[in-house]
């Protein structure tokens, strides 16, 4: 659902030429980043050029290491031999 993903954080979504939409991708591809994630980075770094001040632990997605519980044991289909 729509800013509702994490508390305390909101949508932010704006239209893209397709070939600036391959740049970006390009970019961030180079940095290992998601697109979001390369997005928030890009800003953030445009900001410190400012001087504009801002919490870095904003800049980055939350650790989901563990969640959504454990793995499910049911058994997925697929090809048989």
Known sequence: MPNQRFLGKTLCAFWLDPSFQEALDAARKSK???RSTFIRWAIAEEMKKLGIE???QHVYPPDRA?????RSK???????P
């Open 32 to 34: 290992h980043m998601d």
């Open 74 to 80: 049911r058994k997925l289909k697929g090809p048989t």
């Open 54 to 56: 801002y919490d870095e």
């Open 66 to 70: 563990g969640k959504g519980g454990p």
